[in-house]
């Protein structure tokens, strides 16, 4: 899902607060590409969708603001 972006913002300030993302504790997040569209899922519940822009590309996770602690990554194809 190349080129493909999605923000997750915490906390009851934001606007743009994905919800259901638990501050200063792990969250789980689920992203399936299917179709053309790439679903997100933080915590069990549907965070949000989008088209890609490609078909292939590579896997890449990103802070933008700040660190962020990644553990328990599992990746895998054709939903196996």
């Known amino acids: 899902f ?3 972006k999605f923000d997750i913002k915490a906390g ?3 606007k743009d607060a ?6 200063n504790d792990w969250n ?3 992203i399936a590409v299917k179709g053309g569209t790439a679903e997100y899922k ?7 969708a989008q088209k890609t822009k490609a078909e292939k590309g590579p ?3 990103r802070a933008e603001f700040g660190p962020m602690s990644v553990k328990n990554v599992r990746i895998s194809e054709g939903g196996k």
């Open 12 to 14: 009851e300030k934001s």
């Open 18 to 23: 994905v919800k259901g993302v638990k501050l």
């Open 2 to 4: 190349m080129g493909t």
């Open 28 to 30: 789980s997040m689920e």
């Open 42 to 48: 933080i915590n069990g519940e549907k965070a949000g």
């Open 59 to 61: 896997f890449t996770l």
